[in-house]
């Protein structure tokens, strides 16, 4: 099970690391019927890029909006599971890229919800994704600023009706990264989902995360993130990337019958202990290339 899973992680990660090289990848904006993942929270992102939505008599939340031009196929999706646009009170983001942030702009324009973000990330929507100190800056595509973006704090919890989700600041991936936790029950039986942003260690080929004469070390922060990320209520993990939580292979699993295949308390852990390799190798890396590009 353990090689199986690695080598699963391997092609996720590969997937991740290339698509993210190469712009985007065709899964990003292929299309994926909704789905009930758990409760009241559905899936009703692209086949490759997750976008999530929680559902009460009083108002929805809806995390992240992947790529701009994939507003449509959201907006469509949320209808087809009976949903009014309008009935979208919040929309909360993981980090602002445009393969998460880029259609929030339109959804939040189509449904008049607010949207929500740690410090970092509102200022970094704001920009439209032009934020100097992602360490991607030049490498991703900027997308329609979002205007008027509420600041969460770390801690910090939305509420729309009933519904309840709280923010846990996970810095690395990019400096507003956020992480969301929330309750959903089928009938009186409650599990902590958990949406744990993108912790891969990506940066421009002169970043470096150790540190350099530009910016301090964002090292410590990132293992902070990541013992976050270890320590949260999470009995079923969502990632922005689905492959990255082998969403839709756990979904196939659970619609084939096995019931509790989405469910798995140690998925949080599982995965920011991967995670603590991939930033010990981009480390080790950096301090093998003391100066110039990596
Ligand atoms: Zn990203």
């Known amino acids: 099970m353990k090689l199986a899973r690695s080598a699963l992680l391997a092609a996720a990660l590969s997937f991740v690391f290339v698509a993210a090289a190469a712009a985007e990848d065709a899964s990003w904006t292929q299309p994926q019927k909704p789905f009930r993942l758990y409760g009241d929270t559905y899936y009703v992102g692209t086949q490759g890029l997750s976008a999530i939505l929680i559902v009460s008599p009083q108002g929805d939340v809806l995390i992240d909006g992947t790529l701009p031009r994939n507003a449509p196929q959201i907006k469509a999706n949320i209808r087809a599971l009976g949903i009014r646009l309008g009935d979208v009170k919040a929309i909360l983001n993981s980090h602002a890229h445009d393969d998460h942030a880029g259609a929030i702009a339109e959804l939040a324009k189509a449904s008049g919800a ?125 990632t922005p990337h689905p492959g990255l939580s082998y969403l839709m292979a756990r979904v196939a699993r659970r619609d084939r019958g096995d019931v509790h295949a989405l469910i798995d308390p140690q998925a949080c852990r599982a995965y920011a202990a991967d995670a603590t390799t991939w930033l010990d190798a981009r480390v080790a890396k950096e301090q093998q290339a003391p100066a110039g590009k990596l």
């Open 114 to 238: 607010k949207v929500y973000a740690s410090a970092a990330g509102a200022r970094a929507l704001e920009l439209g994704g032009k934020d100097p100190d992602d360490p991607l800056y030049g490498e991703t595509s900027p997308y329609p600023p979002i205007a008027h973006v509420q600041v969460v704090a770390d801690g910090g919890v939305v509420r729309v009706g009933e519904l309840q989700l709280t923010a846990h600041y996970t810095p690395g991936h990019t400096p507003g990264s956020t992480s969301w936790t929330w309750r959903s029950c089928e009938g009186k039986d409650c599990l902590s989902m958990a949406y744990v942003d993108s912790l891969t260690p990506m940066g421009a080929a002169s970043f470096r995360f150790s540190g350099d004469a530009t910016h301090a070390s964002r090292v410590p922060a990132f293992r902070h993130s990541l013992q976050t990320v270890a320590a949260l209520p999470c009995d079923i993990l969502i």
